[in-house]
């Protein structure tokens, strides 16, 4: 079954900042601009991007951290990372590992910030489940797991093609993640703060890991 989801994300990829424009009508990244000032990280701090797609916002953290600090695309689509490197080729600090978002080869509490950006309704619900669990792992105390979604569209046509997709690629627990996404959030962090962006359709939810004690 994974092989058939890497399969369609491939050929998905060709399509997929097309697909992003149309949900979000922010066809200038000023979505994503206003998710990337709210990652709390400074120069040298390490970022990683969960499925991390086409590069939609690498680009955007790298200026963030500086030429001292690291961001890390991961992404389990061949096709999704072939764009995202031809696009960050240029950018030494950015490295992309191709890996599963449920199961990240990565050691604990490494990284300052987490964001996946328009990826995580279409996650399976139990792979929902031990992501979470992977971000709690891999990020510093105090650090933060950002994570920006569509709004649901207004527009009917679009509204039906958002939860038939998320329907098909996530199934019914995503769906139910949809409806319940703050309090499931608040199981796994100290913290939950929801803001919707001034343009575009979409929302970020910020998610801070409790520091020890």
């Known amino acids: 079954m994974k092989g058939l989801r890497r399969v369609y994300y491939d050929i998905f990829s060709r ?27 400074q120069n040298g701090d390490s970022v990683l991007d969960l499925c991390t797609g086409t590069d939609t916002l690498l680009t955007y953290l790298q200026a963030k951290v500086g030429p001292s600090g690291q961001v890390v695309g991961v992404d389990f689509s061949p096709g999704m990372l072939k764009i995202a490197e031809r696009r960050t080729r240029n950018l030494p600090n950015v490295v992309l590992v191709r890996a599963d978002a449920d199961s990240l080869p990565f050691a604990s509490e490494i990284f300052d910030a987490v964001t996946c950006s328009h990826a995580f309704y279409e996650l399976k619900g139990e792979t929902q489940k031990r992501v979470l669990q992977e971000i709690v792992r891999i990020l510093r105390p105090g650090g933060a797991f950002l994570m920006m979604e569509h709004d649901v569209p207004s527009n009917p046509f679009v509204r039906t093609l958002f939860y038939f997709r998320l329907a098909f690629i996530g199934g019914g627990l ?10 499931v959030l608040e199981d796994y962090f100290g913290r939950v703060e929801k803001v919707v962006a001034p343009a575009g359709r979409s929302k970020i939810l910020i998610c ?3 520091c020890r004690m």
């Open 208 to 210: 801070q890991k409790l």
């Open 15 to 41: 399509f997929y900042d097309g697909f992003i424009a149309l949900h979000s009508r922010d066809t200038q990244g000023t979505a994503r601009t206003f998710l990337v000032e709210r990652v709390p990280v």
């Open 174 to 183: 995503a769906m139910t993640f949809l409806r319940h996404e703050q309090e």
